[in-house]
């Protein structure tokens, strides 16, 4: 990896860390995730069954130590009986 960084610029010719807001949304989403699955009352190895995955990567998502896949996303969101719903908005 070279020591180039990515930056996404904004209409105002701001510059914003690619990495910084991917760990700033990843952070939110794996809060609601857990948030949803404890209102349920149900365990990592609970949901991972309900999701057919992988009980260890529930660990590392859940911890921030994995990137997960939309599909991955989708099936836990199912295994909650919920649907992940992605939108884009606008910057205030």
Known sequence: MG???DYIYTS????????????SIRQS??????RCRKIQGMTQAELA?????PRTNITRFESGNYNPSLEML??????LGMTLQVQLMGKE
């Open 49 to 53: 069954k309900r999701a057919g995955i």
């Open 12 to 23: 105002a010719e701001q510059k914003i860390l690619i990495e910084v807001e991917q760990k």
């Open 3 to 5: 020591n180039s960084m």
């Open 74 to 79: 989708v099936r836990i969101a199912a295994a």
């Open 29 to 34: 989403v794996i809060e609601q995730y857990i």
